[in-house]
């Protein structure tokens, strides 16, 4: 059985959208608020800032478990997960879209009333977004067979990482041009990329299984406790709860170097936060590239070893950047700490949805988001307060190995043959 790559490209298209619109949020929003020497600012504390840019990860907490279990039940005619694609993408590049037109807008009341379009818009993109993320995400498992799933996030993934890349370099040139172009070209590629999507791909109207005999598929079934007489999500399969907490710590990980990089090598290298940025662009780039052949490696040997493999080169990679002392090699390991993150980030969510039951694969995707959210919010408060005690930033990357060790921890615990039964 071969994969279909012009169908799995296709579908990739959904996510694409969802890494490039959120790249340039996260990049662009903070300086509308806090504001720079061309852009007069919304608030001055950086408290709020940080409240405000994790709306993301708690409507993805609440909402994205929702809509990925309600896909599950949709059945209509163009589908399960296209309709809340067809609704809520073009609802999403809307409020993206109108994001930098907030003084345009407040402009028309007599009050300062630009914060609150801010927040309507902000909050109005966020929640489209979680309408459609875990529908579009689950449209991978439903269109291929469980053993090809590896190779089809491969390429997935890689969609994202392009995402990622040309919403660093051309949104970072659009918005020197003009600080709107980039949503608005943005909302625009979102769009084009919807319309893509709903000529060339259509739905199995029986979606592909993990365990196809399995008779469960109208019953609801619950994550900590069971429901209508069934066992529980973790006690039907202990490796679910392994396997999201080993996501969990890995992206504990890696989201604290998202977010106090710039600060660490600021104080470490005296780098400029410009320059921090750029020294991030290899592990952008290797992930990407290396996301299909991840992909083909968890076909082959197993997705459990390739995450052990993934995992300790993540973890070697960062032990040895914090006994630099000159940041020369630093790009170098990013990428080859780049090369560990796509073995993991390739094979973990089909891993998880291997585990679900026939027509939960939605549900289990929004599990999957959960515990990634819970890390993106958690990982930066809890390193924030290790600096807050240590008044330094240079364990940020003993911190991150840390946190990938106990992913590693975790992911010992969870049995192969839940997660790959092919190669059991």
Request: proline share 5%; glycine share 10%; charged share 15%.
């Amino acid at each position: 059985m071969k994969l279909n790559i012009g169908k799995t490209f296709v579908i990739s298209l959904a996510f694409f959208t969802v890494s490039l619109a959120w790249t340039i949020y996260n990049t662009f929003v903070p300086v509308f608020l806090i504001g720079n020497e061309h852009i007069s600012g919304l608030i001055k504390s950086s408290t709020v800032l940080g409240v405000i840019m994790t709306i993301d990860n708690l409507f993805g907490i609440i909402f994205q478990p929702f809509f990925g279990n309600l896909s599950d039940k949709t059945k209509t005619r163009f589908g399960r997960r296209m309709p809340y694609i067809i609704v809520g993408l073009p609802l999403a590049a809307l409020f993206f879209s109108i994001i930098p037109y907030y003084n345009e807008i407040g402009a028309l009341f007599p009050f300062d009333v630009r914060l609150a379009i801010m927040m309507i818009s902000v909050i109005g993109m966020n929640f489209f977004m979680s309408v459609y993320r875990a529908p579009a995400t689950a449209l991978m498992p439903d269109a291929t067979p469980p053993e090809l799933r590896s190779r089809a996030n491969g390429i997935i993934t890689a969609m994202g990482g392009l995402g990622t890349i040309i919403a660093f370099s051309l949104g970072g040139r659009l918005f020197n041009i003009n600080y709107r172009l980039p949503f608005i070209v943005g909302g625009a590629i979102m769009v084009m990329a919807l319309i893509i999507l709903f000529i060339f791909y259509k739905e199995p109207e029986e979606p592909y299984s993990a365990d196809e005999e399995d008779d469960s598929e109208k019953a609801d079934i619950g994550f900590l406790f069971g429901k209508n007489g069934q066992q529980s999500a973790i006690s039907k399969t202990p490796s679910l709860l392994y396997m999201l907490l080993t996501v969990f710590f890995w992206y504990c990980g890696f989201e604290c170097i998202n977010a106090f990089f710039t600060l660490y090598c600021q104080e470490k290298f005296s780098i400029l936060p410009g320059d921090a940025t750029q020294m991030l662009a290899p592990m952008a780039v290797v992930f990407m590239i290396c996301a299909f052949p991840a992909g083909y490696v968890g076909g082959k040997i197993g997705r459990k070893k390739s995450m052990i493999i993934g995992n300790a080169v993540v973890i070697c990679s960062f032990l040895i950047i914090f006994i630099l002392k000159e940041p020369t090699l630093l790009p170098v390991l990013l990428g080859i700490g780049g090369i560990g993150w796509s073995l993991l980030t390739t094979n973990a969510y089909p891993a998880v949805t291997e585990m679900a039951p026939k027509g939960h694969t939605g549900l289990y995707t929004g599990y999957y988001y959960v515990f990634t959210f819970a890390a993106s919010i958690a990982s930066p408060i809890f390193y924030g307060l290790i600096v807050d005690i240590l008044r330094s930033q240079v364990y940020l990357f003993i911190f991150g190995g840390i946190m990938f060790i106990l992913g590693l921890i975790f992911l010992f615990k969870v049995n192969q043959r839940d997660i790959y039964r092919k190669n059991a």
